[in-house]
C-alpha cells in the first residue's frame, strides 16, 4: 500500500541548476498538491491540479512549473534554482479539492547552493 | 494575518499529564478541520478530523467552537511517543485546506 511516494529523497543542486522532482500516488485521487515547508514558515502551498488537466497556482510559485500528466502523476520542475528554494518539499492528495483529507508523501530535501 | 493561527510551544508537559492545543481560524465559512500530526523530519499525518459535534478517538479529543471560530485537540495521559508538531488545518476562502504553523509538544519522563 503505497499511498503517495516522491523521489528523490534528497537532492543537492547549485545555483541555475534545473530539475524535476517526482509524485505519485496509487489512491485515485483527483486532487494532488505541492508544498514546500520551511522552519518557521509551516506548510505554503506552490501549485495544485484539483483534477486531471487542470493546474493552478497557490501561495508561493515564482520559480516553479508543474505538470499533472495523468490521474497518477504530478511533477514539480525547478527551471533555475536557487538558494531560496532551499526546503523540503512535499506532494499531497486527495479525494476533492478543499474537502477530503490530504495525505503526504515522504518528501524530497533540497539543497541549493 | 494568517488564516489558521497556532501558538507554536514548546508545551514540555511531563508524561502522563494532560495537554491541550488551540488554534483559530479566520475563515468562518469553512467546512473542513483536521489536525494532523508531524514527527521530526516527516511528513504530516492526519490525527483525526473535527466534526461539529466533536470527536474522540482514545486518548485524543477534538472540538470545534464556531462562535468563537477556534478548534481544541486534548490529550490525555500524554506519552512520550505523543512529542510530535501538530498542526490545525482549515479552508480558507478558496476552499483550500490551509495549515497552521503547528504547535511542538514535548513530554519528558
Known amino acids: 500500500n503505497a499511498g503517495v511516494t516522491q523521489t528523490p529523497k534528497f537532492q543537492v543542486l547549485k545555483t541555475g541548476q534545473s530539475m524535476t522532482l517526482q509524485c505519485a500516488q496509487d489512491?485515485?485521487?483527483?486532487?494532488m498538491y505541492w508544498y514546500r515547508q520551511d522552519p518557521g514558515m509551516g506548510l505554503r502551498l506552490i501549485y495544485y491540479?484539483?483534477?486531471?488537466?487542470?493546474?493552478d497556482k497557490g501561495e508561493v510559485p515564482n520559480g516553479y512549473n508543474v505538470s499533472r500528466l495523468n490521474k497518477r502523476e504530478f511533477s514539480l520542475r525547478l527551471e533555475s534554482a536557487a538558494p531560496s528554494q532551499t526546503s523540503v518539499y512535499f506532494c499531497a492528495s486527495s479525494g476533492r479539492q478543499g474537502i477530503d483529507t490530504q495525505y503526504f508523501g515522504p518528501g524530497t530535501r533540497l539543497t541549493v547552493l | 494575518r494568517k488564516e489558521v493561527e497556532q501558538d507554536p510551544g514548546p508545551f514540555n508537559v511531563p508524561e502522563g499529564a494532560t495537554v491541550a492545543f488551540n488554534c483559530t481560524y479566520s475563515n468562518s465559512a469553512s467546512q473542513s478541520f483536521f489536525w494532523y500530526r508531524q514527527d521530526c523530519r516527516k511528513e504530516p499525518k492526519l490525527l483525526m478530523s473535527?466534526?461539529?459535534s466533536g470527536n474522540e478517538d482514545g486518548r485524543f479529543t477534538a472540538q470545534l467552537n464556531r462562535a468563537s471560530q477556534y478548534i481544541s485537540l486534548l490529550i490525555r495521559d500524554s506519552k512520550l511517543s505523543d512529542s510530535a508538531t501538530y498542526l490545525c488545518?482549515?479552508?480558507?476562502?478558496?476552499?483550500?485546506?490551509?495549515f497552521g504553523g503547528g504547535t511542538r509538544l514535548m513530554v519528558k519522563p
Open positions: 488545518v482549515g479552508t480558507n476562502a478558496g476552499n483550500m485546506l490551509t
Open positions: 491540479s484539483a483534477s486531471e488537466g487542470t493546474t
Open positions: 489512491m485515485n485521487h483527483n486532487s
Open positions: 473535527v466534526y461539529s
